[in-house]
């Protein structure tokens, strides 16, 4: 496409007269150029499609007063509008720089798929179809008792358990599943961080509930029936769980008591115990919907995100950066580059990208 045409485009849509094509066209030519690295060429016409986005989104803000949940209303109204600026959005953005790149080839989520090991050491690579994960070679879903599923970085995935319940995985966990028929127990083991949508089941000849329990460092969740995510990784100084609908109870496996949250509500698990506070569920679940959220989160904790998602490493020149403070939502489909230099629009930090590896400076 000519830029002559490009930019009559954009001044139809800034003018509010594009056709539902037209804005088709755009979406397309942006697609294309963020994969051929031609961004920067288009940088002001592209602000100007996005002051007049943000003017129209604080305007409707203003009139609300719904908090944090305005992040999905805003990324949501932002793809509406093709998507342009559905990258980031985050509090006093600016106008970058360039990042500095030393090599141009776009990092974006790992495609590999996850790993199911069976208990007698058979291993399947797992793909996705109708949202449930399926074995490739038989297309049934899984019927195992006893398994594990290992994600590596980059990649979430769905799963259909044995009980009806179902599971998120989020990159780098390993989960393992065992029911134990003669316990009337559903017994899992996380590594990680996983959503649970947990299938209420009793036992036929006794009609009392079948135990769901999950546990991971440090902790053991019990549930009956319910909705909630544990995010307990190796590398993370606290375990978290986060509930969404129903009850649980939480265990401290090293100090002893226990917790019971109501929905919206999050146990921060640590070396002095356990904590529980409110959170916002759009923000605490957006990974399983496949978006990056953050509400004042910090730079280091933000960045170990996007590691275990693009399978890069950060290396800090200067960490005084490591408590700067975000906001926003992005989808995680979004190539490094872009996550970065949304980032940067907050004129808090800057990149430069190295291979996998990348500078914080």
């Known amino acids: 496409m000519e830029d002559k045409e490009i930019e009559k485009l954009w001044k139809k849509y800034i003018d509010g007269t594009c056709t539902e094509q037209e804005k088709k066209t755009i979406q397309q030519w942006y697609n294309k150029a963020v994969q051929d690295n031609t961004m920067l060429q288009f940088t002001d016409d592209i602000y100007a499609v996005g ?21 999905r209303w805003a990324g949501s109204v932002a793809a509406a509008a093709i998507g342009i600026l559905s990258l980031l959005y985050i509090t006093n953005m600016e106008r970058p720089e360039p990042i500095t790149v030393a090599n141009t080839q776009h990092i974006l ?25 399926q074995y490739i070679d038989t297309g049934k879903v899984l019927a195992e008792e006893r398994f594990t599923v290992t994600t590596p970085k980059g990649k979430s995935i769905r799963l259909l358990l044995p009980d009806g319940s179902s599971t998120v995985l989020n990159p780098s966990s390993v989960l393992s599943y065992a029911y134990n028929a003669v ?59 986060t509930l969404e609908e129903g009850s649980v109870a939480i265990e401290d496996s090293k100090l002893g008591g226990s917790k019971v949250l109501k929905p919206g509500q999050q146990a921060v ?64 489909d979004r190539s490094l580059y872009e996550v970065l230099n949304a980032l940067e629009r907050t004129g808090k930090v800057k990149f430069e990208i190295q291979g996998r590896n990348i500078l914080v400076k």
Not at 54 to 70: D, F, M, N, R, V
Not at 317 to 330: H, L, P, R, T
């Open 51 to 71: 002051d007049q986005m943000w003017t129209g989104i604080s305007q409707e803000l203003a009139t609300k007063k719904s908090g944090p949940k305005i992040w």
């Open 183 to 241: 316990a009337n127990v559903r017994e899992l083991t996380i590594s990680g961080e996983a959503y649970f949508d947990v299938a209420k089941r009793r036992d036929q000849k006794s009609g009392n509930p079948i135990a769901f329990s999950v546990r991971s460092k440090g902790q053991l969740v019990r549930v009956l029936g319910t909705r909630f995510s544990v995010a307990s990784y190796d590398d993370e100084l606290v375990a978290l769980t």
């Open 109 to 133: 989520p790992n495609e590999e798929g996850a790993i199911l090991t069976l208990a007698d050491g058979r291993e399947f690579t797992l793909d996705e179809q109708n949202g449930l994960t």
């Open 269 to 332: 698990l640590s070396a002095q115990g356990i904590q529980v506070k409110e959170v916002d569920l759009d923000i605490a679940l957006a990974w399983k919907d496949n978006d990056f959220a953050f509400s004042n989160q910090s730079l280091e904790s933000l960045l170990k995100q996007l590691e275990r998602w693009y399978d890069v490493s950060f290396i800090w020149k200067d960490k005084k950066y490591k408590n700067e403070s975000f906001d926003g939502m992005i989808p995680r």
